[in-house]
């Protein structure tokens, strides 16, 4: 079967780092996506990794290791604002996206 | 209109009652997707459609159906509504023609099925 996991609940300190892993297990690869959901809205688009390595945007990085089937979201200099949760999801050989159950992301003053 | 519309924002529905969920996108993206959120799980799909006048069934057909009539417009009905299909129901939009095929989420439908 497809699986995505990543893990529940994670807590982090204004102003700090904190680093997401989703790890993954499809049937074929075709893209990795991070989406941020703020309680009550709609998932936003993050960030897309097709190829091994970081790719950054601003505050915000994500890396992947196809090898590996691994990935992680990076969050820097965080603010109380980055409190969501945070998807993974996978396009699988079908260009259909497999989702993770979401990431919620604590952040403490 | 700018994105992705749906309607309503919520509904609280009788078991046995017909519904039907709208998504109008107005980016003239081939390709639109149904999804339903429960706590705990992962976005799950429902049906999609990769070009209007096709339609194809996703992870959790079930008691929905849908139909793709103009690019713009995607609907999602329930034919007879049952407790197990309360839900916040997602549609979304993308481009498939190339680049990424990344996926435009609306604001979303809250439905309680009583």
């Known amino acids: 079967g497809q699986n995505i996991d990543q893990p529940t609940e994670m807590t982090a300190t204004e102003g700090a780092i904190v680093q997401i892993n989703c790890t993954y297990q499809?049937?074929?690869?075709?893209?990795l996506f991070w989406y941020q959901q703020h309680a009550g809205e709609a998932p936003t688009f993050l960030s897309y990794?097709?190829l091994d390595g970081l790719e950054e945007k601003g505050r915000f990085s994500s890396f992947l290791s196809r090898s590996k089937g691994y990935s992680y979201l990076l969050l820097k200099e965080l603010q109380m604002k980055d409190s969501a949760s945070y998807l993974c999801?996978?396009?699988?050989?079908?260009?259909?996206?497999?989702w993770g159950a979401g990431t919620k992301l604590i952040i403490k003053p | 209109i700018a994105g992705i519309t749906q309607a309503p924002t919520s509904q609280i529905l009788a078991a046995g009652r017909r519904m039907t969920l709208r998504c109008t996108q107005d980016?003239?993206?081939?390709?639109m997707y149904w999804y339903r959120q429960d706590l705990g799980l992962g976005l799950r799909l429902i049906h999609y459609?990769?070009?209007?006048?096709?339609?194809g069934k996703g992870e959790v057909p079930d008691g929905y159906s849908v139909s793709r009539a103009n690019t713009d417009d995607f609907p999602l009905t329930l034919a007879s509504a049952v407790p197990s299909q309360t839900s916040v129901y997602f549609c979304?939009?993308?481009?498939?023609?190339?680049?990424?095929?990344?996926?435009?989420f609306g604001p979303g439908t809250r439905l309680t099925v009583l």
């Open positions: 979304a939009s993308s481009d498939t023609s190339g680049g990424t095929d990344t996926q435009y």
């Open positions: 980016m003239r993206h081939n390709a």
């Open positions: 459609s990769n070009t209007a006048g096709t339609t």
């Open positions: 499809t049937s074929g690869f075709n893209g």
């Open positions: 990794n097709v």
């Open positions: 999801a996978v396009m699988d050989s079908n260009y259909q996206l497999i």
